[in-house]
């Protein structure tokens, strides 16, 4: 796709970059990247797979090479409290569209309490909500209408974790809107509510490497299927 503009088409090994026997080159979707390269489609990419599958470590370390700070914000932002990403930005390089967006955004669950007090100290030219007195929940919707309204790219972190059913549901809605305004997604996680969006690329991460898949055929789903039939069939290995 040489004439593709969305923000990032493909995310390869930087010059001179092989994959090594070191964290985090030992993840199996780290290798595959680092050896073979990823082509990211325009519209919503999902990224599922299990815990320490390697998810998170990619939509992170692409966000900063994007440019965005790694504990979540816009390009512009520079939040830094304590230093915890992996070194895999730096042996990363992005193929940008041609005439893309720069600007982008970094929604990671973990560090949301640190960025909105970060917006409290450094406001912008518009006034933002007081982040710290809504809940969680609230305050992670208020942050998507107040700055997923751009086109660009949008690296998410699990977002769901602050998330109840029906606000899944919405961020499904926010997700489908930021596409059709001409904006890229990356986005890692567990909700097969979050990645049932019609249309949307999905990589399942794995022992395997990156592989991509489809809503149904997902193990997530599967699992998810069979448990909300039957828990007591899972119940019973732990209780």
Known sequence: MPFASQPVRRVAAAEGIRASGHWPHTIPAVRQLLTDGLDLDPG????????????????????????????????????????????????LTLT???GSARWGFFLRAETMHGYYTYLEQNPGMRPDPQFHELSHGEGFL??????????????????????????????VGVLNELTAGGAQVLCATHSPV????????????????????????????QNWKAYLQTPERYLRHVL
């Open 44 to 91: 919503v990419t999902f990224l599922v797979g299990e815990n320490g599958a390697g998810k998170s470590t990619l939509v992170e370390a692409i966000a900063i090479a994007f440019g965005m700070s790694p504990e979540g914000g816009s390009t512009g932002a520079r939040l830094t409290t304590r230093e915890s990403e992996s070194p895999l930005s730096r042996d």
């Open 96 to 98: 940008r569209g041609a």
């Open 142 to 171: 208020e942050l998507l209408r107040s700055r997923f309204d751009s086109p660009g790219l949008y690296c998410l972190d699990e977002p769901e974790s602050a998330l109840s059913f029906s606000s899944s549901l919405a961020l």
């Open 194 to 221: 979050v990645c049932s969006l019609p249309g949307a690329a999905i990589l399942e991460v794995g022992e395997w490497g990156i592989r991509r898949t489809t809503w149904e055929d997902l193990e997530l789903v």
